[in-house]
């Protein structure tokens, strides 16, 4: 994957696009979780957000840069 991408003429890092579609991700994973019910279970739902951003884009940034 290029380090980095043109975007209407801009240069922008490849990094940039991969958590943009990582945050999209992790907002869809976060709307199935809270609509089957499974923050009851989870000690600080904002912590679990933010943890659940970090490992998406760490997973979509091993899988396009491996």
Excluded: K, N, Q
């Excluded at 240069?11 to 976060?30: C, E, M, N, Q």
């Amino acid at each position: 994957m290029p380090r980095e991408i043109a975007v209407f003429d801009a240069y922008v890092p490849a990094i940039v696009l991969l958590f943009i579609a990582g945050a999209l991700l992790t907002w869809v994973l976060d709307r199935v979780v809270a609509m089957t019910g499974l923050y009851r279970v989870v000690w600080h739902p904002s912590l679990f957000r933010a943890s659940l951003l970090v490992c998406v884009c760490g997973a979509l940034s091993l899988a396009a840069y491996h």
